[in-house]
Nanobody, 119 residues
Framework: QVQLVESGGGLVQAGGSLRLSCVASGSIIRINTMGWYRQAPGQERELVATITGGGTTNYGATVNGRFTISRDNAKKTMYLQMNSLKPEDTATYYC?????????????WGQGTQVTVSS
């Protein structure tokens, strides 16, 4: 079994910073692309950022320049450094990963961590 566990969410004032973490555990051969997504109440889930196994990054337009995604492959951990937070960044943030188990790749989601930005 594979689990993705997010942490680091919380309440922060506008202009502040938070750092999210996502740790993968279980029977894992290799973790390929990982990503952060977010979903606000009444809205669709949207891309925040992705990072490949080789470190290539991609950001959603609304966070580009404020958020930084990174990963530590040895620790099976992904991070999201969020700076200059805005009230519109308020959402549940989900970790996602393409994980190779045996000869097959599966896609997994974490349970989410809440980020609330007050004005």
């Amino acid at each position: 079994q594979v689990q993705l566990v997010e942490s680091g969410g919380g309440l922060v004032q506008a202009g502040g910073s938070l750092r999210l973490s996502c740790v993968a555990s279980g029977s894992i051969i290799r973790i390929n692309t990982m990503g952060w997504y977010r979903q606000a109440p009444g809205q669709e889930r949207e891309l925040v950022a992705t990072i490949t196994g080789g470190g290539t990054t991609n950001y959603g337009a609304t966070v580009n320049g404020r958020f930084t995604i990174s990963r530590d492959n040895a620790k099976k951990t992904m991070y999201l450094q969020m700076n200059s937070l805005k009230p519109e960044d308020t959402a549940t943030y989900y970790c996602n990963a393409d994980i190779l188990r045996g000869v097959l790749q599966y896609n997994y989601w974490g349970q989410g961590t809440q980020v609330t930005v007050s004005s």
